[in-house]
């Protein structure tokens, strides 16, 4: 039901990455995966090398949709990523019915989203625009998650979902990518996650550190790759956020002079009573060479009338704990 694609293990996979540890969602066999374009599983690097470069575009396991044809193909492209909080406590239904609604508003081509719970995923699956996209999670394995987990949607044609876990995390924190079907003759990978988070005991710099250092590694070989979710990084405990061979940041690159804090205890009342925190957690960071960056702006960020979260006073409740993003990218 839905545009829910199924899921399948990879049991031939070799190498030090076990196979529970990964899941690619289509339909595709073995020889199939290799030929679609997606990536090429067969390293024992862990994820396996992801071949941007040598890989036919269209296999056996991938047709391109029929109604893709020149006169359709778009340029211009939207991608949402948004932290959705999973608190069930503070008015789940009506907060994920507003991003639902921001999702009709801004209609971006992809979404990320991340602290998904099978509630969340429930809510936004019974939605009206929920059967435009495809998504990277099934409801036979949404079912069987126990903890929150990111997902993305998708507009456009999707050659193949895939996740792993990080190689380090105390969190079974994740990747999740998916090789987009522009239409075009460019290869495009999209991909999100919620790196690992602070506690009160660790600041787990170390263990963020090692997974931008992955997932930038990962999809080195590719030519255009879009990374969006929340990276919980924090330049005055981490450091400087480390971009390297090619990658940027989008914020940084066209809003120079703005803060874009994403969680912020002065402006989202949603926070308040916590320790005063103005961070940029959630961000887009991109290599492309044929893709460019146009715009991002910030969304979520008006309080949901009528709705307050009862703690000694009554406060406005936001769509969530984060504000979420927007980043329009194009090849013109």
Known sequence: MGNA????????L????????MEFSGTATEGSLLAMGAWSLV???????????????GGTGYQRPDNLDSGSIKKTFRIMSYNVMSDEKVHVNERMK???????HHSPDIVFFQDVNRNIYEIFKSSSW????????????????????????SKLPVRGFICKLFKDSGMNREICAADIDTGLDKKLVVATSQLESSTAAETNT?????QVDELQSLFSHFPNVIFGGDFNWDENKDGDFPLNNGWIDAWNELKPGENGWTYDTETNPMLKGNNSLQKRFDRFICKSEDFCC???????????????????NEISVLPSDHYGLILTISTE
């Open 98 to 104: 507003v991003i639902g609604k921001l999702i009709e």
């Open 130 to 153: 929920w059967n435009l996209y495809k998504c990277s999670v099934s409801p036979e394995k949404a079912i069987l998650k126990v903890d929150h987990f990111c997902m993305m949607l």
């Open 206 to 210: 170390d263990k963020r550190l090692a």
């Open 43 to 57: 390293s024992s690097s862990g994820f396996g090398d992801l071949e941007g470069d040598g890989v036919p575009r």
């Open 5 to 12: 694609e199924s899921f399948m293990q990879l049991p031939w």
């Open 14 to 21: 070799r190498g030090r990455q076990n196979a529970e540890d």
């Open 294 to 312: 146009k715009s991002v702006e910030l969304i979520g960020i008006e309080a949901i009338s009528q709705l307050s979260k009862t703690n000694e």
